[in-house]
């Protein structure tokens, strides 16, 4: 079974674009996970799916960040204006489910954001 | 907000010998996990270890916990060139208002085992 794919690896942009980030979790996993980690620093959360709903979108900075999962599976996260301080690898991770107390988490390869 | 601190942020070792990573975290926890990280990217889970439990093991990892400290460890004995990466504790905290469990994570511990 395939693990948690993340498209593109690399993304590069200019101030001011649009980019969309893609995960694809582990088939049947029904929790979704988007983390950011900056450099030297460890994963911080951004957001949480449960099925097809957002149930957890706390981490999000601000409002130039939106993430969809539209039919359960296959998530976006999409990034408006983009600044320089946006850059940071993009982390996916999927688990069984997001209500157990001990929910492992499976994470993707990552998404190496650089905002020019 | 990061919950964890892992101690040391870089650790040197010749092949063979023993590294241990510390980590400390702030609130009460379900459980703490340790992952691995190679080159910046994909997170490998290694053990976790639930809040009644105060030590486990898995092949040469071995964890303990301590929740009176809020503390945790790690060791990897006979180390190998292949396990350098960088390490990091993330500690399960329920977030009762979404019903879900989100893992907040430390800095890590960048180890270097030299062959």
């Known amino acids: 079974g395939a693990g948690v794919s993340q498209t593109p690896s690399n993304k590069v942009t200019e101030k001011g674009k649009y980019v969309e980030l893609r995960c694809d979790p582990i088939s049947g996993h029904t929790a979704l996970y988007w983390y950011r980690q900056s450099l030297g620093q460890g994963p911080e959360f951004l957001i949480y799916?449960?099925?097809?709903?957002?149930?957890?979108d706390s981490g999000l900075p601000n409002d130039r960040f939106f993430a969809v999962r539209p039919e359960g599976s296959v998530s976006t996260l999409k990034i408006q204006r983009t600044e320089r301080g946006d850059s940071a690898v993009y982390l996916c991770?999927?688990?069984?489910?997001?209500?157990?107390?001990?929910?492992?988490?499976?994470f993707g390869p990552g998404t190496r954001l650089t905002v020019l | 907000s990061q919950q964890g601190e892992e101690d040391p942020q870089a650790l040197s070792i010749q092949e063979g010998e023993n590294a241990t990573m510390n980590c400390s975290y702030k609130t009460s926890i379900n459980n703490l996990q340790w992952y691995r990280q190679n080159s910046g990217r994909g997170l490998v889970h290694l053990i976790l270890?639930?809040?009644?439990?105060r030590e486990k093991h898995s092949g040469r990892l071995r964890v303990t916990l301590d929740t009176s400290k809020k503390s945790s460890s790690l060791l990897i004995t006979a180390s190998r060139a292949a396990d350098t990466a960088s390490y990091f504790c993330a500690t399960d905290v329920r977030n009762s208002g979404a019903g879900s469990y989100q893992l907040t994570f430390g800095k890590g511990t960048k180890l270097s085992v030299i062959p």
């Open positions: 799916f449960q099925g097809t709903g957002a149930a957890d």
């Open positions: 991770a999927s688990s069984l489910r997001g209500t157990s107390r001990y929910n492992e988490q499976f």
């Open positions: 270890i639930r809040s009644n439990e």
